[in-house]
Structure formats: C-alpha cells, structure tokens
C-alpha cells in the first residue's frame, strides 16, 4: 500500500480473483439448472470486501499524502482507474445480477409453464416455448429434454435441390406457415400432425405429415416435379412421398412410395361432360378401356355403348334427357355415369382417375369431423361444384358427400367392380371414411367424376387391386361353449403371487405416485418379465378403485416405458383425482417390451394367435398383481380401452370375471381375418360386464355401420347396461365428453 504505482496492480488482481470466482461459480454450480441466489451470495461477499478494502485504504492514503506535484498527478491517475474499474466491476454485477434474474425466471416461470404445456399434451405449444428457451439457454438438460419429448426426428430427401420448409397444424387451414428449417439440414420436427411446405424460388409444394411413427422407419423422401408450369390451373399438388392407407379394411397394407401428382380442386361438371359428349372424342375408340375381359367374357365398345344412354336413349348420363343435362344445372357436378365413361371422360382430358392412395392422401380423413359438418351429405339435392364451404385443409372441394368419385384400381382383381370413394348427397355422413367399390357399369345417382395429373406418367398403382372382405360379424355362426372353453383354456397358466416386486418411480408435484412393478409372466418359462406402471394421487385417504388399461397401436411403435409415463398421468388425471388407480401394463410387444410384431391387425398366423394369447395372460396376471395391493379395493375393478386396447377388450373382458365394468373408447371390431381361436367377435358374444362405448361416427378406424354397431349388438348384455354414445366426430370423441361419462359409469357400478 506504500506504493500508489501498485495500487493499479492490486486493484486489476482483484478484479481478476473475482471474475475467477464468478467463473468457477457458472461451472460448479451448473448454469441455469441450480437455485440462482448463490450469485447474489457470492457477489455480495466480493463487493463487502471490496468496500472494507478500499474504506481501509482511503484512510491510510490520507495521512500520507505528499505536496510533490507528480504525487498529485499520480493520486490522480490513480482515482481515475480506480473508477474506471469500480465501474466495470458494478457492470459485472449487473451481467451476473441479470443472469441470476434469467436463471431465476426460468426456474420459477419458464419450466414451470414448460411442465404443465407438456403434461395437458399441447405439443406446439412446447415446442414453440422450447426453441425460444434453448436460444437462450443452449446447454440446459431439462429444456433440451422436453424439446426431444415433442420432436420426432427425421430425414429428409429433395434431391438435389435445397428447399425451405414451413409448418402448420394438419387440418388447420387459418394458420400461419411457420418457418422450420432447410431441407438440406433439418433433423427434427413436432410430433405432431403437420402440413409441410416446401418453397424453392416461384416453386411451391404442400404435403402432410401425418403419424410420425412411420417415419422412424427411415428416410422420408419428397419427389417433385421440376416445376410448377405444367400443373393444370385448378389442381393441387402433391409431392411424392411414402403413403399408406387409413380406410378400413386397407389400413394394415405397408406404405408405398407414390409419385407426384396433382388433383382438381373441383368435381367435373355437366358443362364439362356435355362438351365432351359432343365431340369427336366420344367415339373414338382409343379412349374407351375396350375389350375388356370380364369373367371370361370379352366386351367391346360396339356392345355397350348402347347401354350409356340417358332416359330416352340417347347418348348420356343415366339422369339426362335427350343428351342434355336438365335446365339450371351446367354448374353440378356430372352424376349418373358408370366407372367405363368416367375413364373415357380422363383420357379425353388428357388426365387420369385417382388411384386410391392418391384420393386418400389428398381427402385427409384424419380432419373428416370438422370437413363433413360442411359437407353436402344426406341432402335431396347436389350443390354447385364450386362452393367454397366444402374446401378441406388443402382447398379441394366436395371430397366428402355430393358425388361419389371413381378411382382406378379394380376391386379383387376383377374388372367388375371399381373402387368409388367419398360418398354422395343421398349417403350417411360416416360413408366418406370408408372404402367401396361399386359395379363397373354402374350409373347409380351419386357417381361422378374427379381427375388427377401424373406427371411422372401414369403409376403402375392405377391397376392394382384392392379388395375389402366387409364380414357379416351379426350372421356369423358361433362356437359352442364347449368349443369356447377351450379358447379361454388358452390363457391359463400357474398362478403365484410370488416374485413380485414394486418400486417407487417418481411423485409429481400434483402429489401424483408412479409405481412399476414387476413379475414373471404366463409365457416364457420364467425368464419372461412382465412389467407395468401404477398411477395414483397420494393425498386420497380411501382404498383406490383400480383401474386397468389397455393402450392404442401407438405403443407397438413407442420404444421406450418413459415416453408413456411423462405423458399418461396428465391424460387420466381426472381419473387419479377422483381417487382411482390407473395400472398400465406394458404388454408383449409394447414399449420397452417391443418384439417383431409391430402391427395391431390380425392375420392367420400362428404368431398373431400367439401374441393375443400372451396380451391376454399379461392382463389376468396383472389383475393378479392388483389383488396381492392391500391399498386397492380390488372388488371395483374396472377396465379403460382406448382405440386397439377398445379392440381388445373384447377378447380380454371374457376372460377374467373379476372386471366388473368397462369404458371403451373410439371401439370396434376389425375386419381381418385370424384364426379362430383369437378371433374376436366369439369372444364378443360373452361380454356380460356393464359396457359402453364411446365412438365418432366418421371414425374410419372402426367404421360406424359395419364395426361400431355390431360389436356393441354382440356384447351380450341388456341395453340397461350397456350404452353407445355417438359423437359428431372421427377417430375421437371430446374429451368433456369422456370425462363425463367415464367417471358417470364408473360411479354408476363401482
């Protein structure tokens, strides 16, 4: 202190030990992820030491001021650096005081919200939240876990060409495109469902991105046309992409790749039919798919054209008069035609019929509830090609209801019958979401046309066929009870309440407990371990009313046990508050216990047979579990299916009588034939447990005619106890709606 020419020396070591300090503390403590008041500690020590420091000094200084001019200069340069530097140590203070303030919001504000988004299921909205916060935060654990929770990652392929890509909500046609990333470099999208546009100079694209769980099969590759110029002015484009099918019955094919195309944004009309009824076109033979053989009979155009004619014989469709349409309706779509004229018509154009990947792809059935409440079904009267009130998510007119549209692709490899889609003006609404074929010369009203441009040349999927084997579930023949005993015989096995164990997993701060226990289960020579999960609220005083459920397909194509447990308390929590146990097994072939059968739909393999067995013997075994659990009054146990695990029930409410009562939600039975002895419509007809069911009639899942109605006509069971709730809606019904009911019956029998 003797020497002022050392103070600047003091003073500069001193602001190093603290920035030092300030560093050491980022590190040990783990930025942002720690309470931020050590900070505030640590720096107010310095600055305390600091004061008493240079208080101390400032009186030494004093009593040894000397009168030499250069000691006053030096004095004075002295002051001037020690401001200097008490100014960058206040600045200092401000940084860190405004990081400990970041870190604070963060952990009081930020992740709280964070949570609670993630546990009510509003993905973009957490995703949204979680790309602000990691610019801010990059090396945050908890926030770049939650970003992985709701991204799927993906692989995207253009080619050659680097595209920019935009997402919005799948269905939501009102909102923004939001920027996502560069085709060449993006690696992780929403797990959501998404329309994608692709934006490269004056060349745009839109596709859908539908359930991500088909992507974790690989690379997902966009073709596209070289441009846009030789799109036709009222189509819509589609790139290329692997696609598959959500029509009943169709819905268990493997995606395909399919190529570029574009559809019309409206049906064909009569003005346009008429101008090609009078051209030279008509009878030309070379747009006329003639002969064709038709169960070994050849038929030509000369022996049929005389059966495409109007009313009075002329030349036409079935409702014209004279070869004209009737006065006022140039504008309505053509209607009246067979699938031979509605080819004629495509080749005329120059385009093609729909092949049924391509239909279905642009009708977006997973948005039918909101499409088909604006569609013209069940009406006396068309509507003009052109109203806008029909349009679905990517502007296409009148996919649902006002005319049926026929495709390409024969219906079980005849050329009889020809697939025709969407449903007409005279239809039930629930027709749009399934899969029909009609008579190829049929002239029915309702059949009309729409055309779709391939500019890749017309796919080889145009010809193939497909066929829906809809089974008759009411007029089949049953087994006899001697037969059925031994299909329940199938899932005996030894029972033993030994080797169970169950462990605490977690308790969230809504005071919800997560338990897994564990077991050897009834197949697998006991090496096989069952496992599963116990959800319940630990503030409920009571004995808890337990609940078994059974997942959706989802949890074939989810790998691991976490993914389920961050998001299934949030989905039964009006369950869990209401003093129920939810048990959640993790069944053979789910989660963590996934094996090669990743499909839900059945088949006349004996490895089908076998897993519906082993998912049986995982049910009544972890009923088993329930009643070894003192805290569970196990004489209320009751069953929750949600979509696959609505399927199920039927197979799995017959074979355990200790399930008192089931809610099934968004249920049916599924068309695919399997072996008897797991066949499920047998296992249907002894249901004897109070049963609803809760189901959307435009679910194209579990159709509503020929699947909803007759499983709940074969649970044998008096319609006191048993209810079918239809709602206006798809593969859903409105959450109010389920809470409602669930916990109305539950209180009802439990």
Known sequence: MKNFKNIQSLIGGYFAFCLTVFEASDVFLERFEVQGDYFNYIFSFLILVFIIGGVAFYLNSRKKIANKKIEVKSNINYKVVNILLIISLFFLFGYYAFMNSSKNDLLDNQLPELIELFENNQVLKVYQKTIILKEEFPDNKIIAKYFNNVTDSISINTGNIDYDIYFRI?????????????????????????????????????????????????????????????????????????????????????????????????????????????????NDSLNWPFPIVIEEKTIDLSEVKSIFTDQYGSQGPSNWSYGNFPDGQKDLPVTGVSWFEAYAYSKYKGLSLPNIYQWENAANLSGSTNLIKRSNFSKEQLIQYDDLTTNNVFGILNLAGNVREWMSNPNNNSNKNRAILGGCFLDETYSYNDYYSQDSFDRSIGNGIRLVYNPRG??????????????????????????????????????????????????????????????????????????????????????????????????????????????????????????????????????????????????????????????GKDYKKSIDYIFTRNDFDSNKLSYHGVSWGGFMANILLPIDKRVKSAVLLVAGLEFQKCKKEVDAHYYTRRIRIPTIMLNGKFDQYFPYETSQIPMYKLIDVDEENKKHFIYESGHYVPRNELIKQHLDWLERYL
């Not at 923004?176 to 959501?192: H, M, Q, Y």
């Not at 991500?212 to 596209?224: K, N, V, W």
């Open 170 to 282: 799948n269905n939501d046609s009102l909102s923004e495109w939001t920027f996502i990333g560069k085709s060449s470099n993006l690696d992780r999208v929403p797990f959501a469902r998404l329309d994608l546009k692709f934006v490269n100079g004056e060349n745009t694209f839109i596709s859908r991105y539908n359930h991500t769980y088909r992507l974790r099969q690989g690379e997902m590759s966009f073709i596209f046309p070289k441009s846009n110029k030789d799109i036709p002015d009222d189509h819509i484009l589609f790139p290329g992409v692997k696609n598959s099918l959500s029509l009943p019955g169709l819905d268990h094919l493997e995606p395909i790749n399919i190529n570029p195309y574009s559809i019309s944004k409206y049906e064909v009309t009569n003005q346009e039919y008429y101008e090609f009824l009078n051209s030279d076109a008509y």
């Open 458 to 615: 017309t796919p080889e999927i145009n010809s193939e066929s497909f066929g829906v084997d809809v089974r008759d579930f009411i007029k089949t023949e049953d087994v006899t009870d001697d037969v059925f005993k031994y299909y329940l015989s199938q899932y005996d096995y030894e029972y033993s309440d030994k080797n169970i164990t169950t462990q605490n997993i977690d308790t969230l701060s809504n005071g919800i407990v997560i338990e897994k226990y564990e077991m050897p289960a009834g197949y697998g020579d006991g090496i096989e371990i069952l496992s599963g999960y116990v959800f319940y609220d630990k503030n409920i005083k009571e004995k808890y009313k337990p609940i078994i459920y059974f997942p959706g397909s989802n949890a074939l194509h989810t790998p691991k046990d976490i993914n389920m447990i961050e998001g299934f308390p949030s989905r039964v929590l009006y369950l869990l508050k209401e003093g129920y146990a939810v048990i959640h097994p993790i069944y053979k072939s789910t989660y963590s216990r996934q094996d090669n059968q990743r499909s839900d739909y059945g088949d006349m393999s004996d490895q089908y047979k076998d897993h519906v067995i082993m998912w």
